[in-house]
């Protein structure tokens, strides 16, 4: 069993920035996806982005784009998310995922999800 954890969430400033972490543990997989998920208050969990262990190949929500940057370490035990001029439209709680699907979107894809991280953008 896959265990995810993630960290780094907090208070941050409209435009600031912010790194999120999502530490692996347990079962390691040869060929899996992790990913990005948020969910804001009111609303469903949405796709933030994704990255390939294996081929690195990422992925990003349009909303995201050019603002944000999925990488992992070289072992694979850990995924992060770099957030850059953070809007308050981007506080929600953050999760991290794991599946084995190369390339998806869909939560439902997805095996292993950590408890999640609060992130709060505020003026």
């Known amino acids: 069993q896959v265990q995810l954890e993630e960290s780094g969430g907090g208070l941050v400033q409209v435009g600031g920035s912010l790194r999120l972490s999502c530490a692996r543990s347990g079962r390691t997989f040869s060929t899996y996806t992790m990913a990005w998920f948020r969910q804001a208050p009111g609303k469903e969990r949405e796709f933030v982005s994704l990255?390939?262990?294996?081929?690195?190949?990422?992925n990003y929500a349009d909303s995201v784009k050019g603002r944000f940057t999925i990488s992992r370490d070289n072992a694979g035990n850990t995924v992060y998310l770099q957030m850059n001029s953070l809007k308050p439209e981007d506080t929600a709680v953050y999760y991290c995922?794991?599946?084995?699907?190369?390339?998806?979107?869909?939560?439902?894809?997805?095996?292993?999800w950590g408890p999640g991280t609060q992130v709060t953008v505020s003026s």
């Open positions: 995922a794991a599946g084995p699907l190369m390339l998806t979107r869909s939560t439902d894809q997805y095996l292993y």
């Open positions: 990255i390939s262990w294996h081929e690195n190949t990422t």
